[in-house]
Protein backbone atom coordinates (compact mmCIF):
# COMPACT_ATOMS: atom_id res chain seq x y z
CA UNK A 1 0.00 0.00 0.00
CA UNK A 2 2.64 2.04 0.68
CA UNK A 3 4.74 1.29 -2.36
CA UNK A 4 1.66 2.36 -4.37
CA UNK A 5 1.39 5.94 -2.48
CA UNK A 6 5.23 6.44 -3.23
CA UNK A 7 4.42 5.55 -6.65
CA UNK A 8 2.08 7.79 -7.25
CA UNK A 9 -1.17 6.54 -6.43
CA UNK A 10 -3.56 9.35 -5.02
CA UNK A 11 -4.88 7.48 -1.71
CA UNK A 12 -4.42 3.51 -1.19
CA UNK A 13 -7.15 1.37 0.42
CA UNK A 14 -6.32 -1.35 2.64
CA UNK A 15 -8.73 -4.23 2.95
CA UNK A 16 -7.49 -6.08 6.16
CA UNK A 17 -8.79 -8.46 8.94
CA UNK A 18 -10.12 -6.73 12.50
CA UNK A 19 -7.09 -7.21 14.46
CA UNK A 20 -4.60 -6.32 11.60
CA UNK A 21 -5.89 -2.57 11.15
CA UNK A 22 -4.78 -1.48 13.89
CA UNK A 23 -1.09 -2.34 13.34
CA UNK A 24 -1.80 -1.22 9.61
CA UNK A 25 -2.86 2.07 10.27
CA UNK A 26 0.35 3.08 12.24
CA UNK A 27 2.71 2.77 9.69
CA UNK A 28 0.98 5.69 7.59
CA UNK A 29 -1.62 7.99 8.56
CA UNK A 30 -2.40 8.57 4.40
CA UNK A 31 -3.42 4.92 4.27
CA UNK A 32 -7.07 4.09 4.57
CA UNK A 33 -7.87 1.09 6.14
CA UNK A 34 -10.73 -0.90 6.19
CA UNK A 35 -11.22 -4.27 8.61
CA UNK A 36 -13.76 -6.04 6.68
CA UNK A 37 -11.61 -9.04 5.48
CA UNK A 38 -12.77 -11.49 8.15
CA UNK A 39 -16.24 -9.89 8.66
CA UNK A 40 -19.79 -12.10 7.79
CA UNK A 41 -20.24 -9.33 5.03
CA UNK A 42 -17.17 -8.77 4.16
CA UNK A 43 -17.64 -9.08 0.28
CA UNK A 44 -20.27 -6.50 0.07
CA UNK A 45 -18.67 -3.94 1.99
CA UNK A 46 -15.52 -4.24 0.21
CA UNK A 47 -18.03 -4.70 -2.91
CA UNK A 48 -19.33 -0.54 -2.05
CA UNK A 49 -15.91 0.48 -2.32
CA UNK A 50 -14.58 -1.19 -5.40
CA UNK A 51 -16.17 1.67 -7.63
CA UNK A 52 -13.58 4.59 -6.22
CA UNK A 53 -10.50 2.08 -7.09
CA UNK A 54 -8.65 2.46 -10.01
CA UNK A 55 -6.22 -1.24 -9.25
CA UNK A 56 -6.17 -3.74 -6.79
CA UNK A 57 -3.61 -5.67 -5.41
CA UNK A 58 -4.72 -8.63 -3.99
CA UNK A 59 -1.88 -11.14 -1.80
CA UNK A 60 0.49 -9.15 0.44
CA UNK A 61 -0.04 -10.10 4.28
CA UNK A 62 -3.20 -11.90 3.37
CA UNK A 63 -2.97 -15.35 5.09
CA UNK A 64 -4.16 -18.83 3.46
CA UNK A 65 -6.97 -18.82 6.14
CA UNK A 66 -10.40 -20.74 4.42
CA UNK A 67 -12.78 -17.76 5.03
CA UNK A 68 -10.67 -15.21 4.36
CA UNK A 69 -9.63 -16.73 1.04
CA UNK A 70 -13.33 -17.62 -0.22
CA UNK A 71 -14.10 -14.26 0.79
CA UNK A 72 -11.03 -12.78 -1.88
CA UNK A 73 -12.58 -14.81 -4.63
CA UNK A 74 -16.11 -13.48 -4.67
CA UNK A 75 -13.88 -9.75 -4.56
CA UNK A 76 -12.24 -10.69 -7.29
CA UNK A 77 -15.35 -12.14 -9.32
CA UNK A 78 -16.83 -8.39 -8.82
CA UNK A 79 -13.46 -6.90 -9.93
CA UNK A 80 -13.60 -8.66 -13.06
CA UNK A 81 -17.42 -7.20 -13.36
CA UNK A 82 -16.01 -3.99 -12.42
CA UNK A 83 -13.32 -4.37 -15.21
CA UNK A 84 -10.42 -3.15 -12.59
CA UNK A 85 -6.98 -4.16 -13.17
CA UNK A 86 -5.28 -6.12 -10.59
CA UNK A 87 -2.17 -7.87 -9.26
CA UNK A 88 -2.17 -10.94 -7.76
CA UNK A 89 1.00 -11.58 -5.59
CA UNK A 90 2.09 -13.88 -2.33
CA UNK A 91 -0.91 -15.82 -0.90
CA UNK A 92 -3.34 -14.48 -3.64
CA UNK A 93 -1.26 -16.85 -5.66
CA UNK A 94 -1.40 -19.91 -3.57
CA UNK A 95 -5.46 -19.26 -4.01
CA UNK A 96 -5.34 -18.75 -7.70
CA UNK A 97 -3.37 -21.89 -8.31
CA UNK A 98 -5.94 -24.00 -6.08
CA UNK A 99 -8.91 -22.72 -8.89
CA UNK A 100 -6.63 -20.90 -11.56
CA UNK A 101 -10.28 -20.70 -13.41
CA UNK A 102 -10.70 -17.54 -11.24
CA UNK A 103 -8.80 -15.55 -13.38
CA UNK A 104 -8.81 -17.32 -16.92
CA UNK A 105 -9.57 -15.06 -19.70
CA UNK A 106 -9.07 -11.51 -17.80
CA UNK A 107 -6.80 -9.84 -19.85
CA UNK A 108 -6.59 -7.16 -16.75
CA UNK A 109 -5.25 -9.11 -14.10
CA UNK A 110 -1.19 -9.49 -13.58
CA UNK A 111 0.14 -12.48 -11.85
CA UNK A 112 3.96 -12.13 -9.87
CA UNK A 113 5.14 -15.44 -9.00
CA UNK A 114 8.41 -16.28 -7.89
CA UNK A 115 10.04 -19.68 -9.33
CA UNK A 116 8.49 -21.70 -6.70
CA UNK A 117 5.20 -19.97 -6.98
CA UNK A 118 4.94 -20.51 -11.06
CA UNK A 119 5.66 -24.35 -10.57
CA UNK A 120 2.98 -24.58 -8.29
CA UNK A 121 0.68 -22.48 -10.58
CA UNK A 122 2.19 -24.26 -13.52
CA UNK A 123 1.10 -27.75 -11.90
CA UNK A 124 -2.23 -27.15 -10.98
CA UNK A 125 -3.08 -26.08 -14.13
CA UNK A 126 -1.31 -28.98 -16.20
CA UNK A 127 -1.13 -31.53 -13.53
CA UNK A 128 2.30 -31.84 -14.09
CA UNK A 129 5.69 -29.56 -13.30
CA UNK A 130 7.46 -27.49 -16.00
CA UNK A 131 9.95 -29.60 -17.58
CA UNK A 132 13.60 -27.82 -16.90
CA UNK A 133 15.51 -29.08 -19.58
CA UNK A 134 13.15 -27.12 -22.00
CA UNK A 135 13.03 -23.53 -22.44
CA UNK A 136 11.64 -22.01 -19.33
CA UNK A 137 10.32 -19.20 -21.43
CA UNK A 138 8.40 -21.89 -22.96
CA UNK A 139 6.39 -23.00 -20.44
CA UNK A 140 5.66 -18.80 -19.49
CA UNK A 141 4.44 -18.63 -23.02
CA UNK A 142 2.22 -21.81 -22.60
CA UNK A 143 0.73 -20.98 -18.81
CA UNK A 144 0.02 -17.46 -20.07
CA UNK A 145 -2.01 -18.75 -23.12
CA UNK A 146 -3.75 -21.30 -21.30
CA UNK A 147 -5.37 -19.25 -19.21
CA UNK A 148 -6.35 -16.81 -21.93
CA UNK A 149 -3.63 -14.08 -22.33
CA UNK A 150 -3.42 -12.96 -18.69
CA UNK A 151 0.59 -11.33 -18.17
CA UNK A 152 2.98 -13.30 -15.84
CA UNK A 153 5.50 -11.87 -14.39
CA UNK A 154 7.71 -14.52 -13.23
CA UNK A 155 10.54 -13.09 -10.71
CA UNK A 156 13.66 -14.61 -10.74
CA UNK A 157 17.39 -13.27 -11.11
CA UNK A 158 16.04 -12.66 -14.39
CA UNK A 159 12.32 -11.25 -14.33
CA UNK A 160 10.60 -12.59 -17.53
CA UNK A 161 7.10 -11.38 -18.45
CA UNK A 162 4.53 -12.29 -21.13
CA UNK A 163 0.86 -11.94 -22.27
CA UNK A 164 1.19 -15.34 -24.27
CA UNK A 165 1.95 -13.10 -27.10
CA UNK A 166 5.33 -11.68 -26.44
CA UNK A 167 8.13 -12.72 -23.85
CA UNK A 168 10.14 -9.51 -22.40
CA UNK A 169 12.71 -9.88 -20.15
CA UNK A 170 14.24 -7.58 -17.46
CA UNK A 171 17.98 -8.83 -16.98
CA UNK A 172 19.10 -5.24 -15.10
CA UNK A 173 20.68 -6.08 -11.93
CA UNK A 174 18.84 -5.38 -8.70
CA UNK A 175 19.71 -5.56 -5.30
CA UNK A 176 22.15 -8.12 -4.81
CA UNK A 177 19.96 -8.80 -1.48
CA UNK A 178 16.65 -10.85 -2.25
CA UNK A 179 15.13 -9.51 1.08
CA UNK A 180 11.63 -10.60 1.97
CA UNK A 181 9.00 -7.91 1.13
CA UNK A 182 10.62 -6.85 -2.37
CA UNK A 183 7.68 -8.64 -4.21
CA UNK A 184 5.40 -6.64 -2.21
CA UNK A 185 6.99 -3.32 -3.70
CA UNK A 186 7.19 -4.63 -7.03
CA UNK A 187 3.17 -5.56 -6.59
CA UNK A 188 2.09 -2.35 -4.92
CA UNK A 189 4.00 0.06 -7.70
CA UNK A 190 2.03 -2.67 -10.54
CA UNK A 191 -1.07 -1.86 -9.22
CA UNK A 192 -0.51 2.01 -10.10
CA UNK A 193 1.97 1.24 -13.40
CA UNK A 194 -1.76 -1.17 -14.36
CA UNK A 195 -4.14 1.58 -13.83
CA UNK A 196 -1.55 4.08 -15.48
CA UNK A 197 -1.34 2.62 -19.05
Known amino acids: ??????????????FCSRDSAPII????????VYPVLDS????????????KLHAVVIGPGLGRNDRTLAN????IDRIKEQDIPMVLDADALYFVS????IVRGYSKAILTPNVAEFDRL?????????????????ALLQLCRTLGNITIVRKGHEDTISDGHSIVTCNERGSPRRCGG?????????GVFSYWS
Open 182 to 190: QGDLLSGSM
Open 98 to 101: KCPE
Open 25 to 32: KSYSPELI
Open 122 to 138: YASVYRSEPNKSEDPNA
Open 40 to 51: DNAVEEIAAVLP
Open 1 to 14: AISALKTGADLSYV
Open 72 to 75: VGAV
